[in-house]
């Protein structure tokens, strides 16, 4: 249970694109709570992947990947009158700052 609440708070906080330095910063934090519920030290140098199929889970970034693809087909379903996919299809006017 403990897993689910801790991977479901980072994973609905990130539904937009994030930086590389954050995805290896929330990687980084995944795989020391992964550590910590299989009791396994750092120091033992037991493969990340193994311990991730020990508990059933995937890579973060992936899970990430596939909520950000999952919201994408949500709003490419919607109404063309939903103010959601008028945002999507709006364009700015003028150049970058």
């Not at 290896?24 to 992964?34: D, K, P, Q």
């Amino acid at each position: 249970m403990l897993a689910i609440c801790l991977r479901s708070n980072h994973i609905c906080q990130c539904l937009w694109p994030i930086r590389k330095e954050n995805e290896v910063t929330l990687h980084r934090a995944e795989m020391r709570n992964v550590r910590f519920m299989c009791g396994v030290k750092l120091q033992d140098r037991v493969p990340s992947k193994g311990l991730r199929e020990r508990l059933g889970f995937y890579d973060i970034i992936l899970v990430l990947h596939q909520n950000r693809l999952r919201w994408y087909g949500r709003v490419l379903r919607k109404e063309d009158n939903d103010w959601v996919k008028k945002c999507m299809e709006y364009e700015l006017e003028g150049a970058r700052p």
